[in-house]
């Protein structure tokens, strides 16, 4: 079975407090786009369960440690699949250290597959329940699309925004930022450096379909993930300069996305970050 992974961004992240379990709490608009890994899966025969897992990146890891292996050990184990020998090809277009979801998009498209291929038929909230335990985006990627997570990102709402049409650049510096460090420096952070809380403000106002909506976008760990990538700030501005309604980052980073409502706009922004070294990955893409 051939899958595609699709990645997301972070339209908004507003981080309301910080539990007494050191956890912090969200409030962020989590939305899908085209850039998507390729995942290939199948099964078949053997004397013992076995997971064969294999990457076009040097850098991924196949063994236990990678989350497509433990999303394939976890779902045999739940339902008892006895005898089967998985293999899992894994080619990357997603970024790594990005703030893009690619390990938890791959996860969760392992989970769905080999709940078709093994003929198990869980539904979709059986299995967020065995994704959340691997990895906190995980459940998102369950269903996809445009949803609402709260709490620690368990807690997921379906959304149907009146999106205008737009053109999405994604952008990443060369660091890749440890999503543990970011929550470090930003615990750290005074308060009032921080950026305002943005997501009720922008459903309000996109509910109308308003482009400029995107205008409203905040992500309060931008300031803590500027103190490690400041390049983030370099390819924040390229973006708006070449044109793009709103450029923020995603996640803990480092990766930017710049909206666009011209498409040939966008395209030169991507020409224009071509020539900047210290850029090492760009796409066009669009929302899913």
Same mark, same amino acid.
């Given at each position: 079975?051939?899958?595609?992974?699709?990645?997301?961004?972070?339209?908004?992240?507003?981080?309301?407090?910080?539990?007494?379990?050191?956890?912090?709490?969200?409030?962020?608009?989590?939305?899908?786009?085209?850039?998507?890994?390729?995942?290939?899966?199948?099964?078949?025969?053997?004397?013992?369960?076995?997971?064969?897992?294999?990457?076009?990146?040097?850098?991924?890891?196949?063994?236990?440690?990678?989350?497509?292996?433990?999303?394939?050990?976890?779902? *045999? #184990? =739940?339902?008892?699949?006895?005898?089967? /020998?998985?293999? !899992?090809?894994?080619? @990357?277009? $997603?970024?790594?250290?990005?703030?893009?979801?690619?390990?938890?998009?791959?996860?969760?498209?392992?989970?769905?597959?080999?709940?078709?291929?093994?003929?198990?038929?869980?539904?979709?909230?059986?299995?967020?329940?065995?994704?959340?335990?691997?990895?906190?985006?995980?459940?998102?990627?369950?269903?996809?699309?445009?949803?609402?997570?709260?709490?620690?990102?368990?807690?997921?709402?379906?959304?149907?925004?009146?999106?205008?049409?737009?053109?999405?650049?994604?952008?990443?510096?060369?660091?890749?930022?440890?999503?543990?460090?970011?929550?470090?420096?930003?615990?750290?952070?005074?308060?009032?450096?921080?950026?305002?809380?943005? *997501? #009720? =403000?922008?459903?309000?106002?996109?509910? /109308?379909?308003? !482009?400029?909506?995107? @205008?409203? $976008?905040?992500?309060?760990?931008?300031?803590?993930?500027?103190?490690?990538?400041?390049?983030?700030?370099?390819?924040?501005?390229?973006?708006?300069?070449?044109?793009?309604?709103?450029?923020?980052?995603?996640?803990?980073?480092?990766?930017?996305?710049?909206?666009?409502?011209?498409?040939?706009?966008?395209?030169?922004?991507?020409?224009?970050?071509?020539?900047?070294?210290?850029?090492?990955?760009?796409?066009?893409?669009?929302?899913?």
């Amino acid at each position: 079975m051939k899958i595609k992974a699709y990645a997301k961004i972070n339209i908004t992240l507003d981080i309301p407090k910080i539990r007494e379990d050191g956890y912090h709490e969200l409030c962020s608009v989590f939305q899908t786009v085209s850039l998507h890994d390729e995942l290939e899966i199948q099964i078949s025969e053997s004397d013992k369960n076995e997971i064969e897992l294999t990457c076009d990146a040097s850098n991924v890891p196949c063994d236990e440690r990678n989350l497509c292996w433990k999303a394939a050990a976890s779902f *045999t #184990e =739940k339902y008892g699949i006895k005898n089967k /020998k998985i293999s !899992i090809e894994l080619k @990357k277009n $997603i970024p790594s250290g990005a703030g893009l979801g690619g390990g938890s998009s791959d996860c969760a498209e392992t989970l769905k597959a080999l709940n078709k291929l093994l003929e198990v038929n869980a539904s979709n909230e059986e299995l967020e329940k065995i994704g959340v335990k691997l990895g906190a985006d995980v459940p998102f990627f369950i269903k996809g699309g445009t949803q609402l997570a709260e709490g620690i990102g368990e807690k997921l709402t379906e959304l149907k925004l009146p999106y205008p049409e737009t053109s999405l650049v994604i952008l990443k510096p060369e660091a890749e930022l440890p999503t543990v460090n970011i929550y470090k420096i930003f615990d750290n952070l005074p308060k009032e450096s921080l950026p305002e809380a943005s *997501t #009720e =403000k922008f459903l309000a106002e996109i509910s /109308k379909g308003d !482009i400029n909506s995107f @205008k409203l $976008i905040t992500n309060m760990l931008e300031p803590a993930a500027k103190t490690l990538c400041p390049e983030i700030e370099e390819v924040e501005k390229l973006l708006l300069e070449k044109g793009a309604v709103s450029s923020m980052m995603t996640g803990s980073g480092s990766a930017v996305f710049g909206i666009f409502t011209n498409v040939n706009k966008a395209a030169e922004a991507l020409e224009a970050a071509k020539h900047n070294k210290k850029i090492i990955f760009g796409t066009m893409c669009r929302f899913i």
